[in-house]
């Protein structure tokens, strides 16, 4: 009876074994799959995204001798469009991904700062050239579909690298969470 106990009990770790090997090899799939898909669909985004931080900096630029002192946001996005500009120098790799969407972000963050300044100060409100580089910021608008399809993707992988199923693979191979991308309207 006790040799029967243990050959049962042996079956089942090897079962339980078997069954966890599966269902992690499972999960690792569908998190490299969704994580590529999501990847893929940021890379068409990077080459509008960089027109319009180009056009925000253009916008600080001509703002910032009409300033005195300079607002501190225009420190922020010379900093923040500098980090994005060394993200797009390199050539692209999925794994930036992350940091480049959250350098995206934080441009998109001063974009809405510098946008309300702009109004808000009458030197700069009434500057041609700085009205003429806000209505560049403000047609500088990747494709809303782009930026859909990204977030769609991301918000995929997301649910499911915190599913249950993936949590344990998403953990063990390092499979970290994509943010979304936010984009500011300017007017």
Do not use: C, H
Not at 43 to 48: C, H, T, Y
Not at 70 to 75: K, Y
Not at 124 to 145: R, S
Not at 150 to 157: E, H, I, K, L, P
């Amino acid at each position: 009876m006790g040799r029967r106990a243990a050959l049962i009990a042996l079956v089942l770790v090897i079962v339980l074994v078997v069954a966890g090997t599966v269902a992690l090899s499972n999960g690792r799939d569908t998190l490299d799959r969704q994580r590529s898909v999501a990847q893929a669909r940021w890379k068409p985004l990077r080459a509008p995204l960089t027109q319009r931080y180009g056009a925000l900096a253009a916008l600080v630029n001509a703002a910032r001798p009409l300033r005195n002192p300079p607002l501190p946001v225009f420190a922020q996005v010379d900093t923040a469009e500098a980090r994005w500009t060394g993200l797009q120098k390199q050539p692209f790799k999925g794994d930036r991904v992350p940091a480049e969407v959250t350098a995206a972000n934080n441009l998109e963050g001063l974009i809405g700062r510098v946008s309300a300044a702009v109004p808000d100060s009458p030197r700069l409100n009434g500057n041609p050239a700085v009205q003429a580089a806000l209505t560049g910021l403000k047609a500088a608008v990747p494709p809303p579909a782009l930026v859909t399809s990204f977030d769609d993707a991301v918000t995929r992988y997301n649910d499911s690298r915190n599913s249950f199923w993936d949590r344990v693979p998403a953990e063990l191979f390092g499979y970290d969470a994509i943010p979304s991308f936010a984009m500011v309207a300017t007017g």
